[in-house]
């Protein structure tokens, strides 16, 4: 009987986990992985659950949560993974082409794998770069580099956002170590 259980949890997870890279679609160092003190699958629902202590990883891609839920569905598109972290907050970070990391918290972080589109509720932060917003919701389109956010409707605290200047000298200049 406990084997038999234990099959039910194991091969779902491997597929939510690594469907991406059975399917050719990853090279090996984009494999996901997914690290938890608990884990369950609804089978029915194509969801695998991971409980306490969480951390993903995928890619240049790292989500550490409370609770995480990998949902897996046709209407996703080609990746069909949505991932919906929660925490106090739940934290994701990606590494930049350019080397920087874009790191983002909230209550409740969502990642579009497909769409590489993140949504950000309930003291939601972005830092990218020195530059840094906070506000109640924020979403932020990776491709286009689109980041929207908005104030709690019934708050006064409005969206903030500190902006680093950019040092324009050089580093060869007279005077620069």
Known sequence: MTNKFAHLLVIPSLFIALSSFAEGTLPLADQVSISADKQLAQLKKNVGIFEKNVEIIHGNRRITADHLEVHKREDLGDNKQLLVATGSPAYFEE????????????????????????????????TQAGQKINAKSITYDMDQQLISAEKDENSDERVHTILVPVNTKKDNEKGQP
């Not at 790191?103 to 950000?120: I, Q």
């Open 95 to 126: 590494k930049q082409t350019d080397g920087t990391i874009m790191s983002a918290s909230a209550n409740e972080v969502r990642y579009d794998v497909d769409k590489r589109y993140l949504t950000l509720i309930g003291n939601a932060q972005v």
